[in-house]
Nanobody, 119 residues
């Protein structure tokens, strides 16, 4: 079993900041990519940012320059620092990990954490 546990969501005013964290635990032996997705009401889930175990990052155009993703390979954690938040960033944010479990590469998801940007 593999668990991804997220923390750090909440309510923030436009222009504010939030920091999301996600910790992976369980039988995952190696995590190739960790990332964050989000899903707003009535919209499809979309990639926000991801990072490889080597540190290469990828961001959605809508968050470039505002969000920063980082990870700690030793602790199997990933963090998303979100600055200059906008109302359109409001969504449920999901942690994602692609990793090796029992010899097979598999995809894992957290339960989601709500981020609301509103005045």
């Amino acid at each position: 079993q593999v668990q991804l546990v997220e923390s750090g969501g909440g309510l923030v005013q436009p222009g504010g900041s939030l920091r999301l964290s996600c910790a992976a635990s369980g039988s995952i032996r190696r995590i190739y990519v960790m990332g964050w997705y989000r899903q707003a009401p009535g919209k499809q889930r979309e990639l926000v940012a991801n990072i490889t175990e080597g540190g290469s990052t990828n961001y959605a155009d809508s968050v470039k320059g505002r969000f920063t993703i980082s990870r700690d390979n030793a602790k199997n954690t990933v963090t998303l620092q979100m600055n200059s938040l906008k109302p359109e960033d409001t969504a449920v944010y999901y942690c994602n990990a692609d990793g090796l479990v029992a010899g097979t590469v598999a995809d894992f998801w957290g339960q989601g954490t709500q981020v609301t940007v509103s005045s």
